[in-house]
């Protein structure tokens, strides 16, 4: 039987590590795509693609492509791209468009790449990565949590157009994660109260196995003790 081959963006922050380790440990052959550097060096198991710039359709495009080309099939892509900036409305509005360029149009292109391998399959999923702040946004979200809440809206579309193809579309709804960036931005918090980022990568790992081939379309909520 092949290999499971897991395609992850946004592999080298500390989520998207965070999915390679694990998806490692259980089995799967790994792609890792980010624009960032990613410094797991290849191997039999693993293929890392950096300096990709996935708001571009055609790099998107490409890197699927050679995933596909390398490991010979794709069966899942979990989409840990994305980023965050904290700012009040009234604030340059360039911030607006630097939000949906990083958290849907990147998700968004990499979805558009991957359908095609997993409908080859007649098989596979897709998890992305939304936010919980999008259902209800506070002061200083508007542009994060329009962009995240564009993540959830492609996830249920996706989701109903691929029902009959085999495919499942999921996503994660973290509230804060557990990085040395939120630890750096709030220094006071409970940060035993955070979603730990291995946590969230077995959850979606979840997502992404055979264990959840009933699920599809569904926005779940990981809030840690927030």
């Known amino acids: 039987m092949p290999h499971i081959v897991t395609v992850i963006t946004g592999a080298s922050g500390i989520l998207g590590q965070a999915l390679v380790e694990a998806a490692l440990a259980r089995g799967d052959r790994v792609a890792g795509i980010d624009f960032g ?5 290849d191997s039999e198991h693993f293929l890392g693609l950096s300096g990709v710039d996935l708001t571009a359709p055609d790099a998107a495009q490409a890197a699927i492509d050679k995933v596909a080309h390398h490991f010979g099939r794709i069966d899942n892509l979990l989409n840990a791209v994305g980023g965050f900036v904290w700012q009040m409305t009234d604030g340059p509005l360039e911030s607006w468009d630097r ?10 292109n990499a979805c558009r790449a991957a359908l095609p391998h997993l409908q080859a399959q007649e098989r596979g999923h897709i998890v992305n990565v939304g936010a919980l702040g999008a259902l209800t946004a506070g002061a200083g979200l508007g542009a994060y949590a329009a962009s995240k809440a564009g993540v959830h809206k492609l996830t249920e579309a996706l989701a109903e157009e691929t029902k009959t193809q085999g495919l499942c579309v999921n996503a994660v709804l973290p509230s804060i994660i557990d990085t040395p960036t939120n630890r750096a931005d709030m220094p006071d918090a409970d940060f035993t109260t955070w979603v730990q980022p291995a946590q969230l990568a077995t959850i979606m790992l979840f997502l992404a196995s055979h264990d ?9 909520p990981v809030r840690g003790r927030v």
């Open 37 to 41: 550097a990613i410094q797991r060096p």
């Open 99 to 108: 939000m949906h360029r990083m958290n849907l149009v990147t998700v968004l």
């Open 212 to 220: 959840a081939s009933s699920i599809t379309g569904a926005l779940l």
